[in-house]
């Protein structure tokens, strides 16, 4: 099932990025997971689908997230480099 899968791999990224996901961010993907998995096991599939929309939506801020705090890591890295050197 595809929504089964949805929730398991938000808890998984939420689990595996820890720390690194800003809490509001965070309480709000738990959110949507706890409200996809309450609609799952309805026959509702337009509520099923919305809530697997929803929660993907909310997914993608964790990739971008990481992103833009990869991209700083690197330019604080570059910049302790060139003072170094």
Known sequence: ???EQ???TA????KDAGDKVP????????EKIVAL???QSGQDVGAIKSASEALSVEMQKIGSHM???SNQDTRNNNQTEEKKG
């Open 1 to 3: 099932n595809l929504a």
């Open 37 to 39: 998995k309450t609609v």
């Open 23 to 30: 809490a509001d961010l965070k309480k709000t993907i738990e």
């Open 67 to 69: 992103n833009a705090s």
């Open 6 to 8: 949805l929730s398991y």
């Open 11 to 14: 808890e998984k990224s939420l």
